[in-house]
């Protein structure tokens, strides 16, 4: 099972966008009982955390994001998202979405460009 992210493109500096994550393929009760993050990878760097979100939809965000990104979770749809407001360039990377223990495979991601 993985998740499988989508909505990523090409955004100027001072742009939003809103990416998503479906994990359809989990059972719900998986789903619901898991807390969600987002990770994302820059080029020539590591997969990092940039938000996650518990099952009682407690939310956290890496100081690099705080204040412009803001993640939320879907139940009945098991979708996981991620709004993204004031982009900046170095917010380019790789977005991928997994469990916060990092259990499921990893999707493909969706890549988010931002230029200057």
């Known amino acids: 099972v993985e998740p499988v992210e989508s909505g990523g493109g090409l955004v100027q500096a001072g742009g939003s966008l809103r990416v998503s994550c479906k994990a359809s393929r989990a059972i719900t009760s998986f789903f619901n009982g898991n807390n969600w993050g987002w990770f994302r990878q820059p080029p020539g760097k590591q997969r990092e955390l940039v938000a996650s979100?518990?099952?009682?939809?407690?939310?956290n965000y890496a100081d690099s994001v705080k204040g412009r990104f803001t993640i939320s979770r879907d139940s009945a749809r098991k979708m996981v998202y991620l709004e993204m407001n004031s982009l900046k360039p170095e917010d380019t990377a790789v977005y991928y979405c997994?469990?916060?223990?990092?259990?499921?495979?990893w999707g493909q991601g969706t890549q988010v460009t931002v230029s200057s």
């Open positions: 979100i518990t099952n009682a939809r407690s939310t």
């Open positions: 997994n469990t916060f223990e990092q259990t499921l495979n």
